[in-house]
């Protein structure tokens, strides 16, 4: 009798811990089941005028950036929002993200409804949904990085700089497969060192003039550096 109490007793308590592995746990430890996330959503508490009008904001500038250029399809051109201006080809995706920016830096908000507020933040609307200690934390450094190469290839382009050396770095008598060998080579090496962003910024015009330059399909030269870049 001991015997099979004790084999009862062993195959039950494997069973619950083979169960107890088998259920989802969070890092607190406790067992996740649906009540906790219910818990958790109920925590959140309603939406408040903070977060509706963000959420506002950010659909319209996703709008704007999408309807913000003429789209033609086969029976029909939708105009974009920018043509009712008369210098509309001066407004680009900045323009929309800078308008945004500024109406986060004048709408008034209550500091106890913004993340990381203290408990003892006062409910009157004293700040704005967005300030410079708050706006001064993003990573400039990158956003220069990326800006820069922005220009720079822009600069490549519009000063004919990509057409000639495109033109020359095709080399008679050297075959394409080596020619497209070596300049993914050389971009593979070059990304080590600098931004994949400003490099492809770069170089994808100029593998476009490479292929020009060879009468061959773009693609051609420019797939590979593309991925040489990345």
């Given at each position: ?71 033609s399809f086969s029976s029909f051109t939708l105009k974009g929002w920018t043509s009712i201006f008369e210098e509309g080809k001066m407004i680009s995706d900045a323009t929309v993200g800078m308008l945004i920016a500024v109406i986060l830096f004048i709408t008034p908000a209550k500091p106890c409804n913004l993340p990381g507020a203290p408990e003892d933040a006062t409910s009157k ?106």
């Open positions: 009798v001991r015997v099979d109490l004790a084999g009862e007793l062993h195959e039950s308590t494997n069973t619950s811990s083979e169960e107890m592995d088998s259920t989802p746990t969070t890092d607190e430890g406790a067992v996740a089941d649906k009540d906790i996330f219910i818990h958790k959503y109920q925590e959140l508490g309603r939406w408040t005028f903070e977060q509706v009008y963000v959420s506002v904001l950010f659909a319209a500038l996703a709008l704007l950036w999408i309807f913000r250029r003429d789209m609307r004293t700040t704005t949904m967005l300030d410079w200690e708050t706006a001064k934390k993003l990573p400039f450094d990158i956003v220069f990085l990326f800006g820069g190469g922005f220009a720079l290839a822009k600069g490549f382009v519009a000063s004919g700089l990509s057409t000639w050396l495109g033109e020359r770095l095709v080399v008679d008598g050297v075959s394409l497969p080596v020619q497209v060998f070596l300049i993914t080579f050389v971009i593979e090496w070059v990304t080590c060192l600098t931004s994949n962003t400003a490099t492809s910024n770069i170089m994808i015009p100029i593998a476009a003039e490479m292929a020009n330059a060879a009468q061959v399909s773009p693609y051609t030269i420019m797939i590979p550096v593309t991925l040489a870049c990345s």
